[in-house]
């Protein structure tokens, strides 16, 4: 079966602006390629900073791509007109770390939800309330609640709010930036488990975005590895966390809590912040913080391309 989304080469520069401009576009996204399949989730993790939010942007067209290509469900979406565009956006949608801050705080919550089916007209004038209703009910709050206001709601209320809209247009795909980043970690487990519940009721597929591996795990079918705009490992969650090939990916994970005390991980503390998205070095952009015993003048002169380490894909001159 066709991948949901296929994600090729994508690239974003953002050119720097005013006064105070340094010349160098930034980097943002420096050429990764991924695919979502139907009711899957694929995890993107990396630190702040890596490109994860201006992925999800670009191939939802919230910002404009530099380059590549973004197959949705057979249709290139960087070459697509308005009106399919329009279609599309219906289809893909999004979920943020605080849903309501591009929220008018005048608006109750019920008016939120419907606001994507009316501009949609997915449904008559007359149904919306009870369509609200039932969209309430499936991401675990109260009908009753419609008439309330945004911040009468808690964190984890908003945000199962902002997934009732996102679910009011029907989509087959969201992007999910950072969703339980501001939560509480009993209430984000509560959260990922109704995005999961809801996968597998309405067959949806995630690109499931946060910067702590612990969150990614719960959730990702497959996890894709971001460094400094590049996919550095990508693999299933249990290649990623049980043998990791990259040495970012292993001092990602050596942050991550282990519940069994026979599995402690020693933590890699790694030095240093990863070089600037406006100036790139040429070999491997994690080569300055690397722990590899085998770094050697090959890892600061020549990029690693992606290849196959057992079983998925690595950016390491010396994985394997
Ligand atoms: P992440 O989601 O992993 O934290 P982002 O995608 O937000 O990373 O950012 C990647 C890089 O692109 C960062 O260096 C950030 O400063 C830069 N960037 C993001 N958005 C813009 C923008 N609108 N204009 C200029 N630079 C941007």
């Given at each position: 079966m066709t991948?949901?989304?296929?994600?090729?080469?994508?690239?974003?520069?953002?050119?720097?602006?005013?006064?105070?401009?340094?010349g160098?576009?930034?980097?943002?996204?420096?050429?990764?390629?991924?695919e979502?399949?139907?009711g899957?989730t694929?995890?993107?993790?990396?630190?702040?900073?890596?490109?994860?939010?201006?992925?999800?942007?670009?191939?939802?067209?919230?910002?404009e791509?530099t380059?590549?290509?973004?197959?949705?469900d057979?249709?290139n979406?960087?070459?697509?007109?308005?009106?399919?565009?329009?279609?599309m956006?219906r289809?893909?949608?999004?979920?943020?770390?605080?849903p309501?801050?591009?929220?008018?705080?005048?608006?109750a919550?019920?008016?939120?939800v419907?606001?994507?089916?009316e501009?949609?007209?997915l449904?008559?004038?007359?149904?919306?309330?009870?369509?609200?209703?039932?969209?309430?009910?499936?991401v675990?709050?109260?009908?009753?609640?419609?008439?309330r206001?945004?911040?009468e709601?808690?964190g984890?209320?908003?945000?199962?709010?902002?997934i009732?809209?996102?679910?009011?247009?029907s989509?087959?795909?969201?992007v999910?930036d950072e969703?339980v980043?501001a939560?509480?970690?009993?209430?984000?487990?509560?959260?990922?488990?109704?995005l999961?519940?809801?996968?597998?009721?309405r067959?949806?597929?995630?690109?499931?975005?946060?910067h702590?591996?612990?969150?990614?795990r719960?959730?990702?079918?497959?996890?894709a590895?971001?460094?400094?705009?590049?996919?550095?490992?990508?693999?299933?969650?249990d290649?990623?966390?049980e043998?990791p090939?990259?040495?970012?990916t292993q001092?990602?994970l050596?942050?991550?809590?282990?519940?069994?005390?026979r599995?402690?991980?020693?933590r890699?503390v790694?030095?240093?912040?990863?070089p600037?998205p406006?100036a790139?070095?040429?070999?491997c952009?994690?080569a300055?913080r690397?722990?590899?015993?085998?770094?050697?003048?090959?890892?600061?002169?020549?990029?690693p391309?992606?290849?196959?380490v057992?079983?998925?894909q690595?950016?390491c001159?010396?994985?394997?």
């Amino acid at each position: 079966m066709t991948p949901l989304l296929e994600v090729t080469d994508l690239v974003k520069h953002y050119l720097s602006r005013g006064l105070f401009r340094a010349g160098l576009p930034t980097r943002a996204v420096d050429g990764v390629s991924f695919e979502v399949g139907r009711g899957e989730t694929l995890g993107l993790v990396g630190e702040s900073g890596s490109g994860k939010s201006t992925i999800g942007r670009t191939i939802l067209r919230l910002d404009e791509p530099t380059g590549g290509r973004a197959v949705f469900d057979g249709v290139n979406v960087f070459e697509t007109d308005r009106e399919t565009l329009r279609a599309m956006r219906r289809k893909m949608q999004i979920i943020f770390q605080d849903p309501f801050s591009s929220l008018n705080p005048r608006m109750a919550i019920g008016s939120a939800v419907a606001e994507g089916m009316e501009i949609h007209r997915l449904a008559p004038k007359a149904e919306i309330p009870e369509r609200v209703a039932g969209l309430l009910r499936e991401v675990g709050l109260d009908p009753s609640l419609a008439t309330r206001y945004p911040h009468e709601f808690s964190g984890g209320q908003r945000q199962r709010v902002g997934i009732a809209r996102a679910l009011a247009v029907s989509p087959t795909f969201i992007v999910c930036d950072e969703p339980v980043s501001a939560l509480d970690v009993s209430v984000q487990a509560q959260v990922i488990n109704l995005l999961r519940d809801l996968q597998e009721h309405r067959g949806l597929s995630y690109l499931f975005i946060a910067h702590d591996l612990a969150v990614v795990r719960q959730i990702s079918h497959r996890i894709a590895v971001l460094y400094l705009g590049r996919i550095v490992e990508l693999g299933t969650t249990d290649q990623i966390i049980e043998s990791p090939q990259h040495p970012y990916t292993q001092a990602l994970l050596s942050a991550v809590p282990e519940p069994d005390p026979r599995r402690q991980r020693t933590r890699i503390v790694l030095r240093g912040d990863p070089p600037s998205p406006s100036a790139p070095p040429p070999g491997c952009a994690f080569a300055g913080r690397c722990f590899h015993s085998s770094k050697n003048a090959r890892c600061t002169s020549e990029r690693p391309e992606q290849r196959t380490v057992a079983g998925r894909q690595v950016a390491c001159h010396h994985a394997g």
